[in-house]
């Protein structure tokens, strides 16, 4: 469509210089003819005056098609040199970005995995899949920030990744005070069975595993489930002491809770629901703190507590330097 009304546009234009070559031609013929010229001179002159005019006629014409063409390739050379900063700046980018990558103390195959697997998901996948993934890189990506800046990183309810993920990749000591109020069923669960079983892999490697049970009241120590885990534990090479919650330092009252210091570097805690019955409270949040002045204050609680804790029958722990 837009091709023939461009020839037709054309067509109007040759048959307007036409005419007006014609017409000015005819109108020198008439004049010259009234001032009674030889029949030559008004032929040469009608055909002179009708040239010039088509002829200026086109050069006004190649003018303004020149100007066109320069307008068109002035704009054409102002978008190509944005194309091409825009591109160099998209290049320029993922330079500086796998640049970071190889400098990072992650494994380079491991991020470009991560990267090549998420291209996979396109949003003509299912919509919930699409969604799902997206939510799951932002809190990735949020997670990495958090760990990177050092801070705290808060998971509402109980988490079981951080927990068997950092357990199994601790490289020196595991430190853990244990609440009746949080851990009463955990031994028993599930997730109480993987976590134990990452525990005495990590003691059996090498690393110093300790566990601090803290006790509501002096008698919880005869409590058979009490007993059971401390013997399950201990031959695991888990050193275990108990702490009655009477025999804790006034100063430190307020302080204890349960929490899981890995390394003396990074700090795990959770918080129970408040319930009338400890035995049904359940974790509200879990909380991965990298402050390292808070890491020291967890650090040093587990240090004081252990000092006044004592072993499952008084005696001193099975294994003081594990």
């Known amino acids: 469509m837009t091709a023939l009304v461009g020839q037709s546009s054309e067509h109007s234009s040759v048959t307007r210089k036409a005419l007006l070559t ?68 998209e290049i320029s980018e993922a330079t500086e970005l796998f640049g970071l990558i190889e400098a990072s103390a992650l494994q380079t195959d491991l991020v470009t995995q991560l990267v090549r697997n998420s291209t996979q998901i396109s949003p003509s996948s299912p919509p919930i899949v699409y969604h799902f993934v997206q939510n799951k890189i932002k809190e990735t990506s949020d997670f990495l920030k958090q760990l990177a800046e050092g801070g705290t990183v808060t998971y509402y309810g109980e ?80 050193d275990v002491r108990l702490l009655d919650r009477a025999m804790v330092p006034p100063p430190l009252r307020v302080q204890v809770r349960d929490l899981i210091v890995f390394d003396d570097t990074l700090a795990y805690e959770t918080n129970p629901t408040t319930t009338a019955d400890p035995r049904h409270a359940q974790i509200a949040e879990t909380r991965l703190v990298l402050t390292e002045s808070r890491v020291k204050e967890c650090a040093q609680l587990f240090r004081e507590l252990w000092d006044v804790s004592r072993g499952p029958g008084g005696e001193p722990p099975a294994y003081p330097n594990a």
């Open 159 to 238: 988490d079981r990744d951080w927990l068997l993920g950092l357990t199994r990749n601790a490289t020196v000591s595991i430190d853990a005070i244990s609440m009746a109020a949080v851990d009463h069923d955990l031994w028993q669960s599930e997730i109480g069975q993987r976590y134990l079983d990452a525990q005495r892999r990590a003691a059996g490697n090498g690393k110093r595993v300790r566990r601090i049970f803290v006790l509501d009241s002096p008698a919880m120590a005869d409590d058979p489930a009490i007993r059971r885990a401390c013997e399950e534990q201990r031959e695991m090479h888990i």
């Open 22 to 89: 014609v017409g000015l031609g005819g109108a020198t013929f008439l004049i010259t003819n009234a001032l009674n010229q030889p029949q030559h001179v008004q032929i040469t002159l009608s055909i002179l005056i009708g040239g010039i005019a088509l002829i200026l006629r086109f050069l006004v014409d190649f003018e303004n098609r020149l100007a066109a063409v320069e307008k068109l390739e002035k704009d054409g050379m102002a978008e190509m040199r944005a194309m091409v900063g825009s591109a160099f700046s």
